[in-house]
């Protein structure tokens, strides 16, 4: 069975990369059409653009990461394959035209700019059920737990719903394929966090201060605050589609506040990097 790594660009994945040679190492690039978002190097856009086989402006993420995969790379002495799908400018449009941003009860965002890219390269290259790593760490069981749950469930390999063709009166055909089997070598290996931080002190590859979409809703408002100090055109971008996506769909607030109201939010003290860790993240589901 061939084996895959599916990459994040966070340290985690990127040890299990380190750590356990794959047939495929996978990363798929989430971006953004806003040229305020602009990645700043030319002659690397342009070096993305040869990767993924299609338009490079920015990145909702930090543009570390770019850095991050390139470095990887280089320090893996394998090939890593980029995938990308829509923009999210693209996937935020909805078929009846209005705009709607992820939230808690419709996180699409995952699957359309994260799974199906890397299940379209799977079907287009592979075609046979891979082994594929995850990143949970040792004090991550339970997830792994509720995966594997789902994954029996499945008949054994996870399955991602796709177009197969059309039915005679032109509605789409969908169909549910398998197509891979989770596996988790740090949990088996008992490493946690620690572990993964020493062995990327001293290694010549650079890591943003936080991965997944600098507007994720997941993350707290106080680090999304956070976020509009470091990242504040990338956060204008999220701001400006919430408040097309209000107006889409009646004022409906879909999180519990707002990226504008964020933005103006007068902090009582001064937070520092420090005073953020993985649980005010969230995790894209990856």
Same mark, same amino acid.
């Given at each position: 069975?061939?084996?895959?790594?599916?990459?994040?660009?966070?340290?985690?994945?990127?040890?299990?990369?380190?750590?356990?040679?794959?047939?495929?190492?996978?990363?798929?690039?989430?971006?953004?059409?806003?040229?305020?978002?602009?990645?700043?190097?030319?002659?690397?856009?342009?070096?993305?653009?040869?990767?993924?086989?299609?338009?490079?402006?920015? $990145? @909702?993420?930090?543009?570390?990461?770019?850095?991050?995969?390139?470095?990887?790379?280089?320090?893996?002495?394998?090939?890593? $394959? #980029?995938?990308?799908?829509?923009?999210?400018?693209?996937?935020?449009?909805?078929?009846?035209?209005?705009?709607?941003?992820?939230?808690?009860?419709?996180?699409?965002?995952?699957?359309?700019?994260?799974?199906?890219?890397?299940?379209?390269?799977?079907?287009?290259?592979?075609?046979?059920?891979?082994? $594929?790593?995850?990143?949970?760490? @040792?004090?991550?069981?339970?997830?792994?737990?509720? %995966?594997?749950?789902? =994954?029996?469930?499945?008949?054994?390999? %996870?399955?991602?719903?796709?177009?197969?063709?059309?039915?005679?009166?032109?509605?789409?055909? #969908?169909?549910?394929?398998?197509?891979?089997?989770?596996?988790?070598?740090?949990?088996? @290996?008992?490493?946690?966090?620690?572990?993964?931080?020493?062995?990327?002190?001293?290694?010549?590859?650079?890591?943003?201060?936080?991965?997944?979409?600098?507007?994720?809703?997941?993350?707290?408002?106080?680090?999304?605050?956070?976020?509009?100090?470091?990242?504040?055109?990338?956060?204008?971008?999220?701001?400006?589609?919430?408040?097309?996506?209000?107006?889409?769909?009646?004022?409906?607030?879909?999180?519990?506040? =707002?990226?504008?109201?964020?933005?103006?939010?007068?902090?009582?003290?001064?937070?520092?990097?420090?005073?953020?860790?993985?649980?005010?993240?969230?995790?894209?589901?990856?």
């Amino acid at each position: 069975m061939k084996t895959v790594n599916s990459l994040s660009g966070g340290k985690t994945s990127s040890y299990i990369a380190a750590n356990y040679p794959a047939d495929y190492d996978i990363f798929s690039l989430v971006r953004i059409e806003d040229k305020n978002c602009l990645f700043p190097d030319a002659k690397i856009r342009k070096e993305v653009e040869d990767r993924i086989q299609a338009p490079f402006i920015g $990145t @909702a993420e930090d543009d570390m990461i770019i850095y991050t995969m390139l470095d990887l790379e280089q320090y893996i002495g394998r090939p890593i $394959t #980029w995938v990308t799908g829509k923009t999210f400018d693209q996937v935020v449009a909805r078929k009846d035209g209005r705009v709607q941003l992820p939230n808690a009860m419709r996180r699409f965002c995952t699957v359309e700019m994260k799974i199906q890219p890397m299940f379209e390269f799977w079907r287009d290259n592979i075609g046979e059920i891979v082994e $594929t790593r995850i990143g949970f760490r @040792a004090n991550e069981t339970r997830r792994a737990a509720s %995966m594997m749950e789902r =994954t029996a469930a499945d008949g054994g390999a %996870m399955k991602f719903k796709t177009i197969v063709g059309k039915h005679e009166n032109g509605n789409n055909k #969908w169909k549910s394929i398998p197509y891979q089997i989770p596996r988790f070598p740090l949990i088996e @290996a008992n490493i946690y966090r620690d572990k993964i931080e020493v062995y990327w002190s001293d290694k010549p590859v650079r890591f943003a201060w936080m991965n997944n979409c600098v507007g994720c809703f997941h993350k707290t408002p106080a680090l999304i605050k956070k976020m509009w100090d470091k990242h504040p055109n990338k956060l204008e971008w999220f701001n400006d589609t919430e408040k097309i996506a209000m107006k889409s769909y009646k004022n409906n607030q879909w999180n519990d506040v =707002t990226y504008e109201q964020i933005k103006n939010w007068k902090s009582q003290y001064e937070l520092f990097d420090t005073d953020f860790n993985e649980c005010d993240t969230g995790y894209c589901g990856l």
